[in-house]
Nanobody, 117 residues
């Protein structure tokens, strides 16, 4: 089963930027859509950024224009660049992959982002 290791979170002030990274155990980018999820306060994971195998991206309205998803074949990573952070971006960030029927990998530990002044 595909496994993930997220990193890059931290405590930042509103308006600052962060770069999150997710190392994937297998090179599946040609066959799977890669996704970033966010969970706030124990609620379910919300899908916030998507990149399909062709490189097409899509974002939740709450992050559109501020978050950018990308992938690195050589490093086998899924990346999330976050700009103009807001307090409501606080949460645990996870990555996973799918082929159209929901996430198929084993969830990692996530990486925590806290936005506070």
């Amino acid at each position: 089963q595909v496994q993930f290791a997220e990193s890059g979170g931290g405590l930042v002030q509103p308006g600052e930027s962060l770069s999150l990274s997710c190392t994937v155990s297998q090179n599946i980018f040609d066959t799977h859509t890669v996704n970033w999820y966010r969970r706030n306060g124990g609620h379910k994971r919300d899908l916030i950024a998507v990149m399909n195998s062709a490189g097409r991206t899509n974002y939740a309205d709450s992050v559109k224009g501020r978050f950018t998803i990308s992938r690195d074949y050589h490093r086998r990573t899924i990346n999330l660049a976050i700009n103009c952070l807001k307090p409501e971006d606080t949460g645990d960030y996870y990555c996973n992959v799918d082929q159209g029927e929901g996430p198929v990998g084993s969830w990692g530990q996530g990486t925590h982002v806290a936005v506070s002044s």
